[in-house]
């Protein structure tokens, strides 16, 4: 981890802005990220409503989690903000207002290196007030069925991750699965993890188009998973799991820069989530509110 942002907030230098189609809604929407001041945390902004709305990016805000997540606050939402939360905590950005013509944040090249890649365009400057890390102190875990998510105290950010690759409804035994223990500093975050790309399973493409999901999506921006393998080019040979790790430390990131060890097994962004609201709850159990 760069000194530089250990100890102070930041926020960028310039703003930078990005236009593209979202993945679920397959809508074109425009995001500009632009400056904030100390303690100002994530900011959404939706400025293509009658009058703008400012969704913040806190626990309390956590929305939908149906193949993604979403962020809402009075009844205003932006739709898919895990990639852009992994970018901008593994940037070392603690404030940063994020405008979003649209609801959904556009799927770059389907992983979060399009967004890093925006960040270290827009530069990063130091605040003169202190950064506030989260420590998971105690354990904590959630688990549904065979799924698992757990987080315990550790002095760096570190994610193992089971990816278990079902087979299709006929077969539905596990064909294979994936493995990735990562200590993940800002530089393992831009090399390994941010250029993993969304995963999509062979079988499920039309169901989940159907249920209007994913239309905004290509087979560049996924890593397909078929019943026998990828289909197409990866980018990792466990491409899969590396963006659930990516998706996991997007999730994380609504609670700010957090030190923890987080093993996931099979685990989503419901999950996710879950484990997000307890670690919170801790916190705020330990500052007695
Ligand atoms: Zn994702």
Redesign the pocket.
């Known amino acids: 981890m760069s000194k530089k942002w250990l100890n102070w907030q930041t926020t960028i230098l310039r703003p930078v802005s990005y236009e593209g189609l979202g993945l679920h809604t397959g809508k074109l929407s425009c995001v500009t990220m632009l400056p904030a001041s100390q303690d100002t945390g994530v900011c959404f902004e939706r400025c293509d409503l009658s009058e703008p709305q400012i969704v913040p990016a806190t626990v309390a805000n956590i929305g939908g989690s149906l193949r993604?997540t979403d962020l809402e606050c009075n009844g205003v939402s932006v739709r898919t903000v895990?990639?852009i939360m992994a970018a901008i905590s593994w940037s070392g950005i603690d404030n940063i207002i994020v405008r979003l013509e649209g609801e959904e944040l556009p799927l770059g090249d389907g992983s979060a290196f399009t967004y890093v890649r925006l960040l270290e365009e827009a530069g990063l400057r130091d605040l003169s007030a202190r950064r506030r890390s989260v420590k998971v102190e105690c354990p904590v875990w959630t688990t549904r069925g065979d799924s698992h998510l757990i987080a315990l105290p550790y002095e760096g950010t570190r994610v193992t991750f089971l990816f278990l690759r079902k087979g299709s409804h006929l077969e539905p035994e596990y064909s294979s699965s994936e493995y990735l223990d990562i200590e993940v500093t800002p530089e393992v975050f831009r090399e390994e993890i941010a250029p993993a790309r969304?995963?999509g399973f062979q079988w499920e493409l039309e169901t989940i188009q159907e249920q209007g999901l994913a239309l905004g999506a290509t087979l560049e921006q996924a890593a397909i998973v078929g019943k026998d393998g990828y289909i197409g080019m990866t980018r990792f040979p466990n491409e899969a799991c590396r963006?659930k790790a990516?998706?996991l430390l997007?999730d994380i990131a609504i609670l700010g820069q957090v030190l923890g060890h987080f093993i996931g097994i099979g685990s989503g962004h419901s999950m996710n989530h879950e484990l997000v609201r307890l670690i919170s709850r801790d916190l705020e159990i330990k500052r007695g509110v």
Do not use: C, K, Q
């Open positions: 993604a895990e990639h969304t995963i963006h990516l998706d997007g």
